[in-house]
């Protein structure tokens, strides 16, 4: 009980910073330019999301793989299953993208004549989150190691980031602004998360990883092959 206790707050934090990061955007949209431009593009907001639902289904599937080789340190292992994760996260974040970007032009109207001003925020917001999936599981492979402090100074550190960047970009450029601060701050913490699951754990979970071991793979069965 005492270690569940212990590691329980460390998650819980990482959880609160996510979810604030995903609102904070309309938030300060709506304070600094207005309710109706942050209920538009709270819309937009939301649609997007669908694409990092999709890629977590596919980090559900490969959990139990990912926990098993993580108690056994199997760092081989662990690097396979990475690689097949974000391989699978990547294809259908891209399928979704797509399919949501291919579709706004009917689908963003479907809500009201005025959602036509969330094209461009829809479409940076899709992009993000495609940028994400190719960042892979980092965050699910050091949860699963233990790792829940580099967890929450990354979450605490990608709030501020999105804090600052929104004040910065939401009053010059308005929607827009609110979607490429929620972007870059995505990214960088997606990064930020890879770089220390590489450092601790020695893992690349990211798509050049991926690449990576799919080289190495082929030039070991093609040396094999020569002999």
Avoid at 33 to 62: D, F, K, N, P
Avoid at 104 to 117: H, N, Q, T
Avoid at 157 to 186: E, N, Q, R, S, Y
Wanted: hydrophobic fraction near 60%; charged fraction near 10%; proline fraction near 4%.
């Amino acid at each position: 009980v005492r270690r569940f206790c212990a590691e329980a707050d460390p998650q819980v934090l990482a959880i609160a910073a996510v979810s604030l990061i995903e609102r904070l955007d309309t938030i300060v949209l709506g304070v600094l330019v207005g309710a109706e431009a942050a209920g538009i593009y709270s819309v937009a907001s939301r649609l997007a999301l669908t694409v990092a639902l999709a890629t977590t289904s596919v980090l559900a599937l490969m959990a139990p793989a990912l926990a098993r080789q993580a108690a056994a340190q199997d760092r081989d292992g662990l690097q396979r299953t990475a690689s097949i994760a974000v391989a699978l996260a990547l294809l259908l974040a891209l399928c979704v993208a797509a399919v949501l970007g291919g579709a706004s032009p009917w689908l963003l109207p479907a809500f009201g004549p005025e959602f036509d001003a969330a094209a461009l925020p829809f479409a940076m917001l899709l992009a993000g989150q495609v940028a994400v999936a190719a960042c892979g599981s980092a965050g699910a492979l050091l949860a699963l190691a233990g790792h829940n402090r580099a967890l929450v100074v990354t979450a605490l550190g990608a709030v501020i980031l999105h804090m600052v960047l929104c004040l910065l970009l939401v009053p010059v450029f308005g929607p827009p602004g609110a979607a490429g601060a929620t972007v870059a701050t995505l990214v960088a913490q997606a990064v930020a998360l890879a770089v220390v699951a590489w450092r601790s754990l020695g893992v690349d979970p990211t798509l050049l990883g991926a690449l990576r071991l799919a080289c190495r793979s082929f030039g070991a069965g093609a040396r094999r092959g020569g002999r």
